[in-house]
């Protein structure tokens, strides 16, 4: 049993980009593909679907990567654990890395970035942090 599995999904991403994998397999769920759709609409990923292998749903994400084969996802840290949960209001939202780099928030209309959620003024529970 995985008492986390969204800090599962980020180490299995930062894992296959370190050994430069062009794709990993996560398994399915509602919030791990709501925050694999936000990577890659800001651009940090290739492309995500879903798809059964061996009988299980699974996301397959597309990782990214530059000329030089470094890739675009530099760091992925979880915030809010299921032991300790990090909420913020939406004034209180900082930017990661002076605005080079963003976080995932869990607000009352679903998920969404830092800068999206503070536009709209909603707060919620910072769930990581990308850059």
Do not use: Q, W
């Amino acid at each position: 049993m995985m008492t986390d599995p969204i800090s599962d999904m980020l180490t299995r991403i930062r894992n296959a980009s370190m050994v430069k994998k062009s794709i990993v397999n996560i398994p399915l769920s509602k919030i791990k593909f709501a925050i694999a759709k936000i990577l890659e609409a800001e651009k940090m990923v290739e492309k995500v679907e879903t798809l059964e292998v061996a009988k299980r749903p699974v996301i397959r994400v597309h990782l990214k990567y530059d000329a030089n084969k470094m890739p675009f996802i530099s760091s992925l840290r979880r915030i809010s654990t299921p032991g300790r949960r990090i909420y913020s209001k939406s004034s209180e939202l900082r930017k990661v890395r002076s605005g080079f780099g963003f976080s995932i928030v869990s607000t009352p209309n679903g998920l969404m970035t830092n800068n999206e959620a503070r536009k709209r003024h909603l707060g919620g529970e910072v769930i990581c942090e990308i850059y």
